[in-house]
């Protein structure tokens, strides 16, 4: 199968929807979990992620905008044991409430469809990564309607023993932007890890020292829990590429850790809520 580059497939799909990438890092000691969302209404635009114990669930950015929670606050990660489940949607309750049943996943699976949201009716991904004496598996199932026929609901389960170092599989909700939207089709496809994450963050940090001219860039979030892995790439790859003659730009993990995308919400919504109050005052 061919190897496909997130990068590229990301930039040529104006709209895949939510997607999940599962695989291992290219040093072969990690396993590797993503997921990201889309949004087009604003109802869907106002939310973020936010860590709750091992796991992360999605949140109102702005509590006032929010108009219906049902598809769009859920837990799209949770942990049960050695099994890590990564989801679209509330399905991830369904998942880990079933397979502590000792269900498996597929049979975990089968109370749930696709989304209710005609006509588009999204598809549901979820994906779990298993890992056991040393040995990691993982498995990538979508639920989608038949062709947007909402009497029919496809099932499909795809599973991966021992995957390749550096490789991974990518599934997403849609093929493309459209009206309806069209629903992802065939085998999740196959990519290559991390290299291509870490060049678009690159890139990004470039951009960003080209436009601002800073003299250090602070990188946050959990995914510095792998900075062994991701700044010596990341330092190289901007050092090489940026075009700054005179000093080179010093780029470092923040002290904040984990906290830094929530701290930094905290102030976006203090200072929102003081231009609103010098509003009010004058």
Known sequence: MKMLSIEQELKNNSYPGRGIIIGKTPDGKKAVAAYFIMG?????????????????????????????????????????????????????????????????????????????DAPNYTPRISGVMHIENGRYNYAMSILKSNNGNPESCNRYTFAYENP???????????????????????????T?????CMDVWAAAIINYIHAYDPEIVVIGGGIMRSADIILPYLKERIDRLVWAPENKVEITTSLLGDNAALLGISCTLSTIKKERCYEQIF
Do not use: W
């Open 164 to 190: 390749a170092a550096g490789e991974g599989h990518f599934i997403h909700t849609y093929m493309c932007d459209g009206d309806p939207l069209p629903s992802f089709e065939g085998e999740p496809e196959a």
């Open 192 to 196: 290559l890890l991390c290299k291509d």
């Open 40 to 116: 087009r209404s604003e109802n869907s635009r106002n939310r973020v992620f936010v860590e709750e114990g091992e796991g992360i669930h999605t949140q109102a950015f702005d509590p006032s905008k929010l108009t219906d929670p049902s598809l769009i606050i859920y837990a799209p990660v949770r942990v049960l044991g050695n099994k890590t489940i990564v989801t679209n949607g509330d399905q991830t309750d369904t998942i880990y409430e079933g397979m502590d049943r000792q269900l498996t996943f597929e049979q975990s699976l089968r109370s749930r469809e696709f989304e209710p």
